[in-house]
């Protein structure tokens, strides 16, 4: 696996500094540099006025070298939905999705290329894992969506979604090095709020409690996918190593150290995690906790090539919500934004990567 450059977004406001010194440039050309990248979301030298005019490329390119090129771009949603595939330095695809709505712009970001977890009803997990992302390509790619949102008059870009391909408690430093840039205010980061950033996990425990401890107001949200060990091994096969028991007692207590909301993302397969049996056996594992921790996110199943599984009836999903809803429990059907462009469930590189063989 060959690392990306590494790049500004890669370190601390004073891990900058010292890069800036140790290459012979005086100290301050970081906090200049970081200005333009994270403040004005450009890395273009042309920009940088207030760089000597001699030095100006060279820093650029040394501090802000270019680590996601754009090899395609599909809308949806008449403008609202941008999807765009990346290829990485070594030419591995990710792709990134902006998504514009009344109150908010949220991209969902990719944390690693494919995934080494193996979900079967996943496009990524069928790629396995082909390498982590560093902080500065994860952080990259919500610059270059702030910059979209610019540019394209979308609004600004206010919520980032750990929802695109990967694992992001399997990349642990680096994605929470990226939610330090992407949330401090600028120069020293992009100013997203930390409450604006959601950390979606297959439910690694020794991961969420890192996070817990970690001290960021984000927001955790685990796939849970099934209420019973037994379906839960087959559709999330960490299960095996941590069982649901454990992961609801890990987001419990990340509940309890954030004081954030949880959110439970379960997709609808029919006649496979569907059934009203399911559906209580749910709801009575959840509110073991009481009701006011969590909140779920059934989404009806995107189905990936070559497999059997569909996306539940209308009437077993409108079932499937009734019953968490009178246990209690708030309940809001995750939308299904970009579906016609592949959604945000990294099918788009999936495809491009078995086009390559
Ligand atoms: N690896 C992390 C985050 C990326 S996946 C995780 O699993 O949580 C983001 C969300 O999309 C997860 O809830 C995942 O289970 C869900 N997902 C994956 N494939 C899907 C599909 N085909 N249809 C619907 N949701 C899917
Ligand atoms: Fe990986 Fe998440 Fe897909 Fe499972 S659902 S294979 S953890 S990206």
Request: aromatic share 6%.
């Amino acid at each position: 696996m060959r690392l990306a450059p590494r790049h500004l977004a890669d370190l601390d406001p004073a891990g900058r500094r010292a890069w800036a010194q140790e290459l012979g440039y005086p100290g301050m050309r970081a906090a200049q540099l970081a200005t333009h990248y994270f403040g004005h979301l450009t890395a273009d030298p042309a920009a940088m006025t207030d760089l000597p005019a001699g030095t100006r490329a060279e820093l650029a390119a040394t501090f802000l070298p270019p680590l996601l090129t754009p090899v395609a771009q599909q809308v949806a949603d008449g403008g609202r939905t941008v999807k765009t595939l990346f290829h990485l330095h070594d030419g591995i695809a990710i792709e990134t999705v902006t998504m514009a709505y009344p109150d908010r712009v949220t991209v969902c970001v990719s944390a690693q290329a494919g995934c080494g977890m193996g979900c079967p009803f996943c496009a990524t997990g069928q790629l396995g894992l082909q390498r982590n992302l560093s902080a500065g390509e994860i952080v990259e790619q919500v610059r270059q969506a702030a910059a979209l949102a610019r540019d394209r008059d979308l609004g600004r870009l206010s919520n980032v979604v750990f929802m695109g391909m990967g694992e992001p408690l399997a990349n642990y430093s680096a994605v929470a090095r990226s939610l330090r840039a992407i949330s401090e205010a600028p120069p020293a980061g992009l100013g997203i709020s930390a409450r604006n950033l959601t950390v979606s996990t297959c439910g690694l425990v020794n991961g969420i409690g890192r996070l817990a401890a970690e001290g960021l107001p984000v927001r955790l949200a685990v796939s849970l996918h099934a209420p019973d060990d037994e379906l839960r091994d087959r559709l999330v096969p960490v299960n095996r190593r941590w069982p649901i028991s454990q992961v609801l007692r890990a987001a419990h207590g990340y509940f309890a150290a954030s004081g954030r909301r949880v959110s439970v993302e379960y997709a609808l397969i029919r006649d496979i995690n569907d059934q009203q049996w399911r559906a209580s056996l749910l709801a009575e594992r959840l509110t073991h906790y009481g009701t006011g921790w969590v909140h779920v996110n059934p989404i009806p199943l995107n189905p990936v090539a070559g497999s059997v599984w569909t996306a539940s009836r209308p009437e077993a999903e409108n079932a499937f919500v009734e019953t968490l809803r009178r246990a209690g429990l708030t309940v809001t059907l995750r939308d299904t934004r970009g579906r016609e462009i592949d959604g945000a469930c990294g099918q788009l590189a999936a495809k491009e990567a078995k086009a390559n063989g």
